[in-house]
């Protein structure tokens, strides 16, 4: 749990138990699903609500016999923790959490807190700040993580010392710029060239943020780095190049990177897609499914054939989405495979075949293969064509459990564009058994978000379209981020996901047999209990999940 820490998966296990935080069905189905995915322990209570952070905190404080130091809602000021100096800081895991310099008493919270008061460092600590009482408590290891970011200078400052040492500069400058974007977990890092030096942007969140610029003349060989090592042609320039690197970070911990890069008039722009291990521990509960929805995706997977879709544009979360799923149904006891293109995250008990058209491995022609292969449950990456459409049903059809994705707008959308596309109606209609859609919205900070009250009027004024959704009440609640050095000062931090289900009923199927319109579609899915996209968002805006500007910004008004 803890970074150096003494506590053990064994002994958490023990101390969650024994002190009635968890209960033992629950331990033994975190233990199921740990042993299944390959998951982490504590990442699933958290995601599943079985326990909430603060009082997880709480328990592990209680086994090294500390105090806790809630670091995400007691937040220690930024001046207040630069109190400490960096190096002692950083060595000793340390942050300053309160002060009182009249009673001459201070607080510092670590990870470890055992291996804190053990250290002959913590008396010098404490006549350094001037107190004679020094009390040490205990913080989980990311909050101690996120204050400590406290002490990094900024990547400009940093990158521009890089420059000024003269040594390995390319190495060095593509590592810092890697460390900071999966600091702050961005999905895409941009290099682009202009005339006057580079331009470094990071995607956090959807949204394109600008970090820094630097020389041109370091920028070639940096561009030659990424081609060593994704294992591309060095001396072309002009030509639209894809590669693949797995690089390690300074915690230990790994990235996988695909790699982009086009000529443009100013020099070759890299695009890298950065796929970051904490997905792989994805729950549906992560990704942002409600109760009422994992229990209708938890019902249609259960089904031992059958075909469900997930909808959304490039970048919606659609793959994270069926991952989470695969977890879930990803048993010792099934054959699972999957194609895809490109396979992006490596999954437990899963067969996972990767797309490859130099050897004429396409979707169609994979999930031919696949069928042969004995599968209970196929996942196809994106059905792009009528070939792969019809393998897809004809799969579901003969026995089948597979999983997709398709583009489409929403989930009434794709039952008439499948029939466009040429898949019969009688087939789709016997194979087809759910269409979820999405959209990725940002997700409020938890560190900085705080709740205020608006009167209706206010809203009907702001948001003129949404105030049906708010019920009869005069006084709304919703919620805002402040910005903080957790967020990058936005207000948001990571994303949530915005869905539709939409379910194929006996009166769904009799209605795709005559080719029906999206609204003829939607209308019938309304009258069974279909929820918007929209109204999914308002929800999670009314729960402080995110807010009414992102729900808008994503999703279509119903």
């Known amino acids: ?180 974007a999966t600091i702050f977990r961005a999905s895409d890092l941009h290099f682009e060239p202009k005339e006057d030096g580079v331009l470094v942007r990071f995607r956090i969140d959807g949204v394109m943020t600008e970090q820094c610029r630097f020389s041109r003349d370091v920028y070639s060989n940096i561009v030659n780095r990424i081609k060593v090592r994704s294992n591309l042609r060095l001396d072309d320039h002009f030509s639209a190049q894809d590669g693949a690197i797995r690089h390690q970070l300074a915690n230990g911990a790994h990235a996988d990177m695909r790699i982009s890069i086009v000529p443009t008039l100013d020099g070759e722009k890299i695009v890298i897609r950065l796929l970051s291990e904490y997905v792989r521990d994805f729950t549906m509960a992560d990704v942002g499914l409600s109760e009422r929805d994992q229990h209708i995706l938890q019902e249609n997977s259960d089904r031992p054939f059958g075909m469900i879709l997930v909808i959304g544009p490039t970048g919606s979360g659609k793959t994270t989405t069926l991952y989470a799923l695969l977890k879930n149904v990803a048993t010792p006891d099934i054959n699972v495979t999957t194609i895809e293109d490109p396979v992006e995250y490596k999954i437990s008990n899963v067969n996972q075949i990767q797309v490859n058209e130099a050897t004429n491995l396409t979707f169609a022609a994979g999930l031919r293969s696949i069928v042969r292969q004995d599968p209970d449950v196929i996942l196809v990456g994106e059905i792009r064509d009528i070939e792969t459409a019809e393998i897809s049903v004809n799969a579901a059809l003969t026995g089948h459990l597979l999983f997709s994705t398709f583009h489409a707008n929403d989930s009434a959308t794709a039952i008439p564009r499948l029939l466009e596309m040429g898949v019969e109606p009688f087939l789709l209609a016997s194979t087809l058994n759910l269409v979820v859609a999405q959209r990725l919205a940002r997700r409020l900070c938890n560190k900085c978000r705080y709740s205020y009250v608006v009167k209706r009027t206010e809203l009907k004024k702001t948001f003129p379209l949404v105030d049906k959704y708010f019920g009869k009440k005069d006084s709304i609640t919703l919620y805002q981020g402040k910005g903080c050095s957790s967020c990058n000062h936005s207000g948001y931090n990571g994303r949530i996901a915005l869905f539709e289900f939409l379910q194929v009923s006996r009166e769904m199927q009799d209605m795709i047999l005559k080719r029906p319109s999206t609204q003829e579609i939607w209308d019938l899915a309304v009258r069974q209990g279909a929820l918007s996209m929209f109204e999914d968002g308002v929800e999670k805006a009314k729960n402080g999940i995110t807010t009414l500007d992102e729900v808008m910004r994503v999703a279509n008004i119903s």
């Open 1 to 180: 749990m803890a970074k150096g820490g003494e506590l053990t998966t064994d002994e958490l296990k023990s101390l969650l138990l024994a002190g009635n935080y968890i209960s033992k069905a629950d331990m033994t189905k975190a233990e199921e699903y740990v042993e299944r995915t390959g998951g982490d322990l504590v990442h699933y209570f958290l995601a599943e609500q079985l326990i909430t952070k603060d009082l997880l905190g709480q328990a592990i404080a209680e086994f090294y016999r500390a105090s806790y130091a809630n670091l995400t809602t007691n937040r220690p000021a930024k001046e207040t923790v630069l109190t400490i100096p960096k190096d002692f800081a950083l060595k000793y895991r340390l942050v300053l959490f309160k002060i009182d310099k009249t009673k001459k008493i201070a607080t510092v919270a670590t990870d470890n807190p055992t291996k804190t008061k053990s250290s002959s460092g913590l008396a010098s600590l404490g006549r350094y700040l001037g107190v004679e009482k020094l009390i040490v408590a205990y913080s989980l290891p990311e909050d101690i993580d996120d204050v400590l970011l406290f002490y990094r200078d900024p990547l400009s400052a940093r990158l521009e010392a890089i420059v000024t040492a003269g040594e390995r500069v390319a190495p060095l400058l593509f590592d810092e710029i890697v460390e900071e």
